[in-house]
């Protein structure tokens, strides 16, 4: 499946149960960061990573998981870079958002709505299409929203 099938698969998902969140299960070395085998050494891997993510960020919707085989030494330092840079991560490895239901068991397999991971086809060149995509389809596939105010058009085009 395609980031973009991915994408608008969550939000056509969310909108037709009224869920008012999107979950991105982040992977880390490949995708968001270079793999540098260093801890606590941290860099983006591509130019156009950091304003995505910025921008995806700002949506009400976006609840960003980092999905990544850190130490536990690591998590701290991750969790920082991400802040810094003003992206907010709501679980590193979990969903503390989603509680297990009668149909799902969320203890070993935390609920996410798409993977973002070099592993499983992602291109990280792509980050400025995932953007746009993710601008068409939460217009096609409107969420509740809940809590935060919606972004400007204007801020998210000058957040890239």
Known sequence: ?????????????????????VYWALDLHGTCLKSNYSTKAYEWLTPDCLPVLKALSELPETNFIIWSSLHQADKEGVAAFFAEAGIKIVGINTNPLEAST??????????L????????????????????????????????????????????????
Not at 1 to 10: T, V
Not at 121 to 132: I, K, N, Q, T
Not at 135 to 160: H, I
Request: net charge negative; charged share 30%.
């Open 1 to 21: 499946m395609s980031i973009e099938r991915a994408i608008e698969r969550a939000y056509s998902v969310s909108n037709h149960r009224g869920w008012p969140r």
């Open 102 to 111: 009668e149909t799902g068991c969320f203890d070993e397999k935390f609920y």
């Open 113 to 160: 709505s798409l993977i973002v991971d070099d592993k499983a086809g992602f291109d990280p060149s792509s980050w400025p299409e995932v953007l746009a995509q993710v601008l068409e389809y939460r217009t096609r596939f409107p969420l509740p929203l809940e809590g935060k105010p919606e972004p400007e058009p204007a801020e998210l085009a000058a957040a890239c």
